[in-house]
Structure formats: structure tokens, C-alpha cells
């Protein structure tokens, strides 16, 4: 368990850092220059014609630093959320694979319980440390030790009990960011109404550009960060109803496959 966690650290930092670089790359190279050269033609063409309304471009919406940091952080929690999911796919294929090859109507009396053990022992560690291999071979353990099918099924349920708490403490990270991304916007709006209001003395003279651009900052960081909140929400949700459900089809099985086939007499 200490190398799953220290790999999932590993690619959580790299996620970061990747996602860092990439992002402020493509602000580089297109997001500003772009964003720039859109604002000084609106500038031109509004000296020439003082009724000319400038359009909004992507790139003009998405030049701030807040825009940028909470792109970053989307991605950075959508490469998370792609490593949760595969998690469970590989979670899922061991929930339907056949771990204790038992015949229909066969009973797992208590002394067989160690040679069905040593099948799931057999697995490779990373394989064995999945959710269904450790729930049943804490079943078997404690059946075989105990030969009360209770005591079997309150371990087993015990198990999936802690993993549906680890999984949603896992999730912290993902809630942090959720939070911190309208947060961002929110400071976006801060600083560009603190902009607006510090070339509020060139409106008087009739040059209301300052003034506009600072509430361009406060409400373009605004939008984009709601939006991306919006959007975070529902694929933290969408993961964690695949979470819970998965943890719920294991004590399915468990009931279905396992629990129900001990006997603890012959």
C-alpha cells in the first residue's frame, strides 16, 4: 500500500507539473500575443469610429493570470479524476473474474478455507492489494479461524467499509480544487475592479479604455471560473457515484458469491 501511495503521489506532482507547462505555453505562444494585438486594433479602430463596439474574442476572454491558473488547475484535476477511473476499471475486472473458481452448489467448508487462500495469495501484489481479492481473503481468513459465517460476512463488509472511506478522503484534493477555482475567479474580480477604480481620474477626462479593461479582468475571470467549477462539480460527481457503486457491487458479490456458499459444518 506504501508504493501505491508513494506512485499516486509521484503522478500527481507530474500531473501538476505538466499541466503547469503546457498551459502557460500555449498563453505564450497564442493566448497573448493574440489577446494583445485583438486589444490594440479595437483601440485603433475605436479612435477612428468613436461608435465601433469591439467583439470579445477566446483569447481576449482567457489572457488573465486567473484564467490561466484555473485552467491549469482543471486539468490538473480531470488527469487526477483519469487515474481514479482506471483505478476502477482494474478494480471492476477483478470483481468479475472468476478469483475463487468455485463450482455451482459447492460449500466452502472451514478447512478448505486455506487452499482457497492460497489462490488469491497467488495473485500478483499489485492484483492481490485490489478491493475484492483483500475482502475475500479476510472473509476466508477469519471464517477458517472463527467457522462462523457471521464473523466472515461482518469482516468482508468491515473491509468495504474502509475502502468507500478511503476512496471519499482521497477525494479531498479533488474538493480542494472545486473550491479553489471560483476562488481564483473571485480574486480575478477583486483585482480587476481595483484596477478599474485606480484609472477611475482618466474617465473624467473622457478616457474610459482603463476603466473598461479592469472590469473586462474582474468579469472575464468571474465567467471562466464558474464555468469550470461547473463543469469539475459534475465529473466529481459523475466519479464518485462510480465509486460508490463499484464498493456496493463488491458487498453484492461478496453476499452472492462468497458468504452465502460457507458452511460451517459438513
Same mark, same amino acid.
Given at each position: 500500500m506504501n508504493k501505491k501511495s508513494t506512485s499516486e503521489f509521484f503522478f500527481t506532482i507530474v500531473a501538476l507539473l505538466i499541466s503547469i507547462v503546457v498551459v502557460h505555453t500555449v498563453y505564450v505562444l497564442h493566448v497573448r500575443p493574440v489577446a494583445e494585438a485583438t486589444l490594440q486594433a479595437d483601440r485603433e479602430r475605436m479612435k477612428i469610429d468613436p461608435n465601433y463596439v469591439p467583439q470579445r474574442s477566446i483569447e481576449v476572454v482567457l489572457k488573465d493570470y486567473e484564467q490561466e491558473a484555473t485552467i491549469i488547475l482543471m486539468l490538473w484535476a480531470m488527469a487526477i479524476?483519469?487515474?481514479?477511473?482506471?483505478?476502477n476499471i482494474k478494480e471492476q475486472e477483478a470483481l468479475y473474474a472468476d478469483l475463487l473458481r468455485l463450482p455451482d452448489g459447492m460449500k466452502i467448508l472451514p478447512e478448505d478455507t486455506r487452499e482457497y487462500a492460497r489462490q488469491i495469495e497467488g495473485l500478483l501484489g499489485e492484483t492481490r492489494q485490489l478491493l475484492a481479492p483483500r475482502a475475500l481473503l479476510g472473509a476466508l481468513a477469519r471464517f477458517g479461524? %472463527?467457522?462462523?459465517? =457471521?464473523?466472515?460476512?461482518t469482516v468482508a463488509h468491515g473491509i468495504c467499509q474502509s475502502e468507500a472511506d478511503r476512496l471519499d478522503s482521497e477525494l479531498s484534493m479533488l474538493r480542494y480544487i472545486a473550491w479553489a477555482i471560483p476562488a481564483i475567479g473571485f480574486i480575478g474580480t477583486v483585482r480587476g475592479i481595483g484596477d478599474a477604480l485606480s484609472q477611475a481620474h482618466k474617465a473624467v477626462t473622457g478616457d474610459?479604455?482603463?476603466v473598461?479593461?479592469?472590469?473586462?479582468?474582474?468579469?472575464?475571470s468571474t465567467l471562466i471560473a464558474l464555468l469550470l467549477s461547473i463543469l469539475l462539480m459534475f465529473l466529481l460527481q459523475q466519479l464518485q457515484r462510480v465509486q460508490e457503486r463499484?464498493?456496493?457491487?463488491?458487498? %453484492?458479490?461478496?453476499? =452472492?458469491k462468497v458468504i452465502r456458499n460457507l458452511q460451517a459444518r459438513g
Open positions: 479524476m483519469a487515474y481514479m477511473a482506471k483505478a479461524a %472463527t467457522r462462523n459465517v =457471521q464473523d466472515a460476512s474610459i479604455s482603463g473598461t479593461e479592469g472590469l473586462g479582468v474582474a468579469f472575464n463499484r464498493v456496493l457491487d463488491t458487498e %453484492t458479490w461478496l453476499d =452472492q
